[in-house]
Nanobody, 124 residues
Framework: QVQLVESGGGLVQAGGSLRLSCRAS????????MAWFRQGPHQEQRELVA?????????YQADSVKGRFTISRDNAKNTLYLQMNRLKPEDTATYYC????????????????WGQGTQVTVAS
């Protein structure tokens, strides 16, 4: 049974930082492409925020977070991370960890598994 469990969300002031974690179990994490998505309070669809290849040799960040968010992974710990710096109120959303596929699939919200989400709220 595959489980993706996010943690690290919370309430932060604008300009602050948070680090999200996603602990994976039940899948071959070291060979899985991984990604972070988010869904804001007024969004109908989840938005791809960042993605990372299974071997860590390529990453993707959405234009809206480029230069502020960094995706990384520790295959020895089966854990995916999202370091979020210089947070803005518009970053307020539920953040989801996802596994499976490649960047093309992620851009089409085509994933194998979703986590349950962790809430990030940025106060102005």
């Amino acid at each position: 049974q595959v489980q993706l469990v996010e943690s690290g969300g919370g309430l932060v002031q604008a300009g602050g930082s948070l680090r999200l974690s996603c602990r994976a179990s039940g899948l071959s994490f070291s060979t899985a492409g991984m990604a972070w998505f988010r869904q804001g309070p007024h969004q109908e669809q989840r938005e791809l925020v960042a993605a990372i290849a299974w071997n860590d040799d390529s990453t993707y960040q959405a234009d809206s977070v480029k230069g502020r968010f960094t995706i990384s992974r520790d295959n020895a710990k089966n854990t995916l991370y999202l370091q979020m710096n210089r947070l803005k109120p518009e970053d307020t959303a539920t953040y989801y960890c996802a596994s499976g596929g490649n960047l093309t699939r992620f851009r089409n919200n085509n994933v194998d598994y979703w986590g349950q989400g962790t809430q990030v709220t940025v106060a102005s």
